[in-house]
């Protein structure tokens, strides 16, 4: 599963192998992409947010390590936690912030 990987660090969660043949991981991953989950997809009305003043210590570790303002261990963070706890919420003010920064990864136009 992690043939050749360096730098892997994974903390809980369930770890599925899936297995594709033929182009590069991105492309494998823009023909999975659902284009209206895009932070910015008009698909996605009234997005859910983080209320102000909440959930700020995440929300700032999440900005500090996607600025890398600290030392990253891995080039992935795993975001998880139970049903309803928030991960959607902090994902679009994340999308967001990184959006209103000009630190755009993907948006609607792109695909």
Not at 39 to 45: A, D, K, L, P, V
Request: with cysteine; hydrophobic share 40%; glycine share 10%.
């Amino acid at each position: 599963m992690f043939n050749n990987s360096k730098n892997v660090v994974v903390f809980g969660g369930t770890l599925t192998h899936v297995e594709v043949h033929g182009g590069t991981a991105f492309q494998d991953l823009q023909r999975e992409v659902g284009p209206e989950a895009f932070h910015n997809s008009g698909e996605r009305f009234d997005p859910p947010k983080c209320h102000p003043n909440t959930r700020l210590a995440i929300l700032k570790r999440v900005m500090q390590w996607i600025l890398g303002c600290d030392d990253r261990n891995a080039l992935i963070m795993w975001l998880n936690g139970a049903a309803g706890a928030g991960k959607s919420a902090i994902a679009q003010t994340i999308a967001e912030r990184c959006y209103a920064a000009g630190r755009t990864i993907a948006e609607k136009d792109m695909v």
